[in-house]
């Protein structure tokens, strides 16, 4: 139960709108996935859904999967082009965005390509980078498949500047900014706090991968608690070598809300991060932000700390190339000056630069008989 004690203002105002449209979106990464991809897409099909319009999800959900190799939580689906096709005709819909460059990804572009149907398509994660600390491949050999994924689309949708200029850098073209937002209903600042761990308490919320730098964060010397919130790949190994940490799982919900609000200073370690969406939740639950001074941080908390708005001037995180110097200011912020900033990042506006990049066109419903996956589901 959220504690009434400490009240904030709630957020429930829709989006206008002028026409309700059937707006399917295209993701390999999906529930019972946790990442920041699967958040920002929920929430997203959420906000859209309140005015009226309707939402249809194309996820590995759908269809027969296998695990991804190094990486089992992730699901690669098991289909075609000419399926997916199928199923956009019966669900008739006037507008395709594809979140992900995964299996679903390409069959729905290429799909989209031979049908001459208008799409757009989201730079949610640096794969090449991930690949490179995963694998022996360096980035730089990547991005020119990923620059011809996205090439046929009529935007290319990023989080931030930094991204933006990134990509044009390695030539991607016709670029359009889509932020994200918070849900300040679910994570605002509570008076209780859930843990009794000793403080000062460090938190990392995320995906427990090499990728995600949290060695960097785990080897800083501490005089309170680390805790780690999350599952992946690396969670058995680094349970083993920091038996100090608080490993807690993936937690959902208020149970979430209420870990980041329980926590002193929160720790975002990651280098290739987009955005990272977690930083403005942690924001919004009064929990200032440790950063790297690197794409993501400075985009969302500003390179001194203070936010990328100009009529913003209050610190609420802190960067810096020291890690642990970074952690020492951030826990001088004030918790509700945090909650305040996060309020900025509001999802009413998100959705609306979505809709705004979108490119309808009608498409012709499906009439022949077909074989269809037996999961393709509602809304």
């Known amino acids: 139960m959220p504690d009434t004690s400490f009240q904030?203002?709630?957020?429930?105002?829709?989006?206008?709108?002028?026409?309700?449209?059937?707006?399917?979106?295209?993701?390999?990464?999906?529930?019972?996935?946790?990442?920041?991809v699967v958040r920002t897409l929920d929430t997203l099909r959420k906000t859209l859904r309140r005015p009226g319009h309707r939402v249809f999800m194309l996820t590995p959900k759908m269809f027969k999967t296998i695990p991804c190799p190094t990486y089992s939580e992730i699901r690669l689906s098991m289909?075609?082009?000419?399926?997916?096709?199928?199923?956009?005709?019966?669900?008739?819909?006037?507008?395709?965005?594809?979140?992900?460059?995964?299996?679903?990804?390409?069959?729905?572009?290429?799909?989209?390509?031979k049908n001459k149907y208008a799409f757009t398509t989201a730079y949610h994660t640096a794969f090449p980078?991930?690949?490179e600390a995963r694998t022996p491949i360096k980035a730089d050999y990547l991005y020119p498949v990923f620059r011809r994924f996205h090439a046929a689309s009529s935007a290319i949708l990023?989080?931030?500047?930094?991204?933006?200029?990134?990509?044009?850098?390695?030539?991607?073209?016709?670029?359009?900014?889509?932020t994200r937002g918070v849900d300040t209903n679910q994570f605002y600042p509570r008076v209780n706090k859930s843990w009794d761990f000793k403080s000062p308490v460090e938190l990392y919320v995320g995906r427990v991968a090499v990728e995600k730098n949290i060695e960097a964060f785990l080897d800083i010397p501490t005089e309170g608690t680390k805790v780690v919130v999350g599952n992946g790949p690396a969670l058995e190994e680094l349970q083993k070598k920091y038996p100090d940490v608080k490993f807690m799982g993936a937690l959902f919900g208020s149970e979430l809300a209420?870990?980041?609000?329980?926590?002193?200073?929160?720790?975002?370690?990651?280098?290739?991060?987009?955005?990272?969406?977690?930083?403005?939740?942690?924001?919004?639950?009064?929990?200032?932000?440790?950063?790297?001074?690197?794409?993501?941080?400075?985009?969302?908390?500003?390179?001194?700390?203070?936010?990328?708005?100009?009529?913003?001037?209050?610190?609420?995180?802190?960067?810096?190339?020291?890690?642990?110097?970074?952690?020492?200011?951030?826990?001088?912020?004030?918790?509700?000056?945090?909650?305040?900033?996060?309020?900025?990042?509001?999802?009413?506006?998100?959705?609306?630069?979505?809709?705004?990049?979108l490119k309808f066109q009608e498409l012709e419903p499906q009439h022949e008989p077909e074989m269809l996956p037996t999961k393709v589901p509602a809304e």
Request: hydrophobic letters at 40%; glycine letters at 6%; aromatic letters at 10%.
């Open 8 to 36: 904030f203002e709630t957020d429930t105002q829709t989006i206008p709108v002028k026409k309700q449209h059937r707006i399917c979106i295209v993701s390999d990464a999906w529930h019972p996935q946790v990442n920041g």
């Open 258 to 357: 209420d870990a980041y609000s329980s926590a002193d200073v929160f720790v975002f370690p990651s280098k290739t991060d987009t955005f990272g969406l977690v930083m403005i939740e942690a924001l919004a639950s009064g929990t200032p932000v440790a950063a790297y001074p690197v794409q993501g941080p400075v985009d969302v908390l500003g390179p001194d700390g203070t936010g990328p708005f100009p009529e913003w001037h209050v610190r609420i995180a802190a960067l810096d190339e020291d890690l642990s110097i970074a952690i020492a200011k951030a826990s001088e912020c004030d918790p509700i000056n945090c909650h305040t900033f996060a309020r900025k990042y509001d999802w009413n506006a998100v959705a609306e630069q979505f809709l705004s990049a």
């Open 158 to 178: 990023v989080a931030t500047p930094t991204v933006q200029r990134q990509l044009e850098n390695k030539g991607f073209q016709n670029i359009k900014s889509w």
């Open 79 to 113: 289909t075609s082009p000419r399926v997916i096709g199928k199923i956009l005709k019966r669900w008739n819909i006037d507008a395709l965005h594809i979140a992900t460059e995964g299996p679903l990804g390409w069959m729905a572009r290429n799909w989209c390509i």
């Open 129 to 131: 980078e991930y690949i």
